[in-house]
C-alpha cells in the first residue's frame, strides 16, 4: 500500500478526502490526518508516508513551509498542494520547493484520482530502483566476502580498502571465523523464500548476540552456511567471552526459533590471508559435530585429529573377529557390548564426520557378510527397502548412528535365531568344521569330506556354497593360508616345517600358492613382517 498523510486545517474537507474515494481499493492507505504542518512533521516522522496532500494555509506552518521542511527530510515524499488561491505565485514556490503537483478546490474525484495515479507510479518505479540497487549492493557484498574465505588472488590491501568502503575500518588486522550450521534434523522451511528468512533470522540474533569492539562480518556464506568474520579492537578479546557469546546465540536461537545451530570456530590469524585459514578450521571444528552433538559451540583444536585406535577409519581386525563370533553364536549382549565400545573409542577420539561414515559403513559390512555366511537372503533378513550405505549417510547425529548399528546387528541376530540352519544347512556347517580339524592333511579334498558326512560330493559342493558363500577348495586353501601366516609371524620356523603343518608336502608348491593367495612369497612376507 502507498502511504498518504493528510495536512489541512478544515475537518469538514479532512472527512471529505477519507471518504472520497476507496483508497484501498486503488492501493493507498491514508497513515494519518493533521490539522496543522508541525502535526504533520510529527505524524511523517512516525508514519513516513509516500504522499502528502496539504492545505496551504493552515496555522502555525503554512502549506508551503511545510512541503519545504518534508522535502528537506525526506526527498523521495510525493507532495500534493491543495489550495483554493488560483495564483500563479503560489504555483511557482510549489514547483521550486519540489512540489509534484498542484490540486486546486473544487477538484473532481476524477481529477485527484488522476494525481495520485500518477504519484503512485511514479514512486512504485522508485522504489522498484532502489530495491534492485540494494540487492545488486548485497549480491556484490556477498559475494565479495565470499571470495575472502576461498579466494587467494585479491591483494590484502585492495581487500583493505574494500572493507573500508563496507564500512569496516582497520582495527588489529587479527581475524577470527565462525561457522554456523543449523540443524538439518530442526529444519522447518518447505521452499526457498522459507530458508532465506531462517537464515536472516539467525544472521540478526547473531549481530545482537555477539559482544566485543571491532568488526563482525555476517554474511550468507557456503553451502547454506552463516559466516562471521570477526575482527577485535586493537586490544584483542578474551576466548571465554567469545566463546560465551557463540553459546548464547546457541541459547537464543533455541529459545525464538525453536530450532538448534552447531558453531564452528576457528582460531584467530593475522593478515588477511589468515580469514582464509581460520574458516577452514571452522569447517573442520564442525566436522565434530556429527560425535560431540549439535546445538553447541565447537572449537578447533589441533590436537584432536584422531590419534587413537580409529584413526584410519577402520575396525581393529580383532574386534571385526569379536563382531563375527557374536553374530555366529547369536550373542546379543555380546555383540552390544563390542558396539558400545567402538563408538566409545570414536568419541574419545573425536573422528571427523567422514571417519565415522566410514567405521559404518565397515561394521554393516561385517553385518551382512554374516548373514550371507549363513545362507539368508539380505532382503529376507532386512526388507526390500533395505539401502544400508545411504541409510547411514542420512543419520546426523553421534547417537542416531550408534543405535542403527546396534540394532542393525541385533536384528541380524534374532532374524538368524528365528531361521536355523536346515537340514543341508547343518551338513555344511558339519563339512566346514571337519576341514577346521583336517586342514594339516594333504590328502583333504572334496570325496574324503563327502565320505565323512555320507553324501555325494556334488551335492557337498552345492550346499557348501549355498551356504557359506565359497568353494570347499577355496575354503580349504583359504584354512591352509592363514594357518601359515600366522606361523609365520611367529617366526623361526623353517618353511618346509610350516608347508607341512599346513597340509602341503612339497614346500615349493606351498611357496606358489602362498604368492597366488597373498600376492607375496612366503620368504618375502617374512621380510615385511617387522
Known sequence: MIKVLIADDESIFRDFLKIVLPWEKYGFQICGEARNGIEALELADAQRPDIALVDINMPFMDGLELSQELKRRYPAIGIVIITGHNEFEYARKAIRIGVEDYLLKPFTKEELLLTLSKLQTEIRETKDRELTLKANEAMWKEGFLNRLLESEEQKPEEIRARLAELGYPEASNLFQVACVEIDPKDAKWSNVGDRELWKFAVANIMAEALEGEGNRLIFNGPEGRTICVYEPASGGSDPDTIRESYERLCASIRKYLKFSIAVGLG????????????????????????????????????????????????????????????????????????????????????????????????????????????????????????????????????????????????????????????????????????????????????????????????????????????????????????????????????????????????????????????????????????
Open 267 to 530: 582460531t584467530f590469524h593475522s593478515e588477511i590471508a589468515g580469514i582464509r585459514q581460520s574458516y577452514k578450521e571452522a569447517l573442520r571444528a564442525l566436522q565434530y559435530k556429527f560425535v560431540v552433538g549439535n546445538g553447541r559451540v565447537i572449537e578447533y583444536d589441533s590436537r584432536s585429529q584422531g590419534v587413537k585406535g580409529f584413526a584410519s577409519g577402520f575396525i581393529p581386525s580383532q574386534t571385526n573377529e569379536d563382531l563375527l563370533i557374536a553374530l555366529r553364536m547369536g550373542d546379543g549382549p555380546g555383540a552390544e557390548r563390542t558396539l558400545r565400545a567402538v563408538f566409545k573409542g570414536i568419541r574419545e577420539d573425536r573422528l571427523s564426520l567422514d571417519y565415522v561414515y566410514t567405521i559404518c559403513m565397515g561394521l554393516v559390512s561385517v553385518c551382512l557378510s554374516c548373514v550371507s555366511e549363513k545362507g539368508h537372503p539380505i532382503e529376507d533378513c532386512f526388507g526390500e527397502d533395505f539401502f544400508p550405505y545411504s541409510d547411514v549417510m542420512t543419520l546426523h547425529s553421534f547417537e542416531a548412528a550408534e543405535s542403527w548399528i546396534v540394532d542393525l546387528y541385533l536384528k541380524a541376530i534374532e532374524y538368524m535365531a528365528l531361521h536355523r540352519q536346515t537340514k543341508s544347512g547343518k551338513i555344511a556347517q558339519t563339512a566346514k568344521e571337519l576341514i577346521d580339524e583336517q586342514y594339516r592333511d594333504p590328502e583333504l579334498k572334496v570325496e574324503t569330506l563327502a565320505q565323512q558326512v555320507y553324501i555325494n560330493p556334488s551335492y557337498l559342493r552345492g550346499v557348501f556354497k549355498k551356504t557359506h558363500g565359497i568353494t570347499v577348495t577355496d575354503y580349504i586353501t583359504q584354512k591352509r593360508m592363514e594357518e601359515a601366516r600366522a606361523l609365520l609371524l611367529e617366526g623361526r620356523i623353517k618353511l618346509a616345517d610350516i608347508a607341512e603343518q599346513v597340509g602341503y608336502n612339497d614346500p615349493a608348491y606351498f611357496s606358489r600358492a602362498f604368492k597366488k593367495y597373498y600376492g607375496a612369497s612366503p620368504r618375502d612376507f617374512e621380510k615385511m613382517r617387522g
